[in-house]
């Protein structure tokens, strides 16, 4: 058996090309994000491949799965990735300390912010953070009247002037994985109070669908919701990436019509460094974590 080990050396802009087709599915969706085209992509990915003298990615007309070797690769390269990512935050921005004022909505202070805020602060120790969880109305006014520098919030189908987009991503029903959802019944809803776009949406939807409803639950706490669909009390409209284990997702074979997209975004009054790189990394994390979809 041949035990000689290859002397090729790994590249790094190799490995955030793999990354990219990755963690977004595709060698398309990966050269937009990376401003490359297709055929680069492809072509990262097969020096890539000689490189490590492995398939990585078995490829179909419609689908990409990551094989052993890749799964394995995947693993080290996100590692070598984020370090490299370190290195370079850390270096240009030793200069940014002081403070943040921040407002989150629940999904992202629940779902994505803990592993921003650990990555921010270990990039920028001289950094401290106050954040302000909330509905995404509210932190707007407060970001107008001052009291904030930075909200993440989302809208659906309204993009507004100052937002940045961050990504969007699908609504879905949600209710107890357990629980056979009675279609004919009225629809039991778990709604934030108003304002509340996910709530608007809930309702418009069934309103264009004629399907009866009734407000079965109202929380301000997304935990709450969830709780009450969890417990198949009521239905409650989530973004799909705050799906929990216990629940799943009803749609048209039960009777639900679909919901618009959920348009995720950075609204910012300060245009400091601190504020320019804590959305850096909402939008590096948020990605990562929800398109992160191939396994082998």
């Known amino acids: 058996m041949d035990m000689t080990v290859s002397r090729t050396s790994l590249d790094i802009v190799l490995l955030r090309t793999f990354l990219e087709v990755v963690e977004s599915g595709g060698f398309a969706a990966a050269a937009e994000r990376?401003?490359?085209?297709?055929?680069?992509?492809?072509?990262?990915?097969?020096?890539?491949?000689?490189?490590?003298?492995?398939?990585?990615?078995?490829?179909?007309?419609?689908?990409?799965?990551?094989?052993?070797?890749?799964?394995?690769?995947?693993?080290?390269?996100?590692?070598?990735?984020?370090?490299?990512?370190?290195?370079?935050?850390?270096?240009?921005?030793?200069?940014?300390?002081?403070?943040?004022?921040?407002?989150?909505?629940?999904?992202?202070?629940?779902?994505?912010?803990?592993?921003?805020?650990?990555?921010?602060?270990?990039?920028?120790?001289?950094?401290?953070?106050?954040?302000?969880?909330?509905?995404?109305?509210e932190l707007i006014r407060q970001l107008q009247a001052e009291r904030l520098e930075v909200v993440f919030g989302k809208q659906c189908a309204r993009v507004p002037d100052n937002g940045e987009p961050l990504w969007q991503e699908e609504l879905v029903w949600a209710y107890a994985a357990h629980c056979t959802f009675d279609t004919e019944r009225e629809v039991p809803l778990a709604v934030f109070p108003e304002p509340c776009i996910y709530r608007e949406s809930a309702i418009a939807a069934l309103s264009q669908a004629t399907k009866p409803w009734r407000l079965a639950f109202e929380s301000s706490s997304m935990a709450g919701c969830l709780a009450a669909a969890k417990a198949g009390f009521a239905v409650t409209p989530v973004a799909r990436s705050q799906l929990r284990e216990g629940l799943k997702a009803l749609g048209t074979k039960e009777g639900m019509p679909p919901l618009p997209d959920a348009c995720f975004y950075a609204f910012a009054n300060s245009g400091s460094s601190a504020a320019r790189a804590l959305i850096a990394q909402v939008k590096e994390v948020g990605w990562r974590r929800r398109f992160a979809s191939l396994r082998p």
Do not use: C
């Open 34 to 137: 990376l401003a490359l085209t297709p055929s680069a992509v492809s072509g990262h990915i097969k020096r890539l491949e000689q490189a490590t003298e492995s398939r990585l990615l078995e490829r179909t007309t419609r689908s990409l799965q990551l094989t052993a070797a890749g799964e394995l690769l995947a693993a080290y390269a996100r590692n070598i990735v984020a370090l490299e990512r370190e290195v370079r935050a850390r270096l240009s921005g030793a200069n940014i300390s002081g403070r943040l004022r921040i407002g989150a909505s629940e999904d992202f202070a629940g779902t994505w912010l803990p592993q921003v805020l650990e990555t921010f602060h270990r990039w920028h120790p001289q950094t401290s953070i106050e954040l302000k969880v909330g509905i995404t109305a």
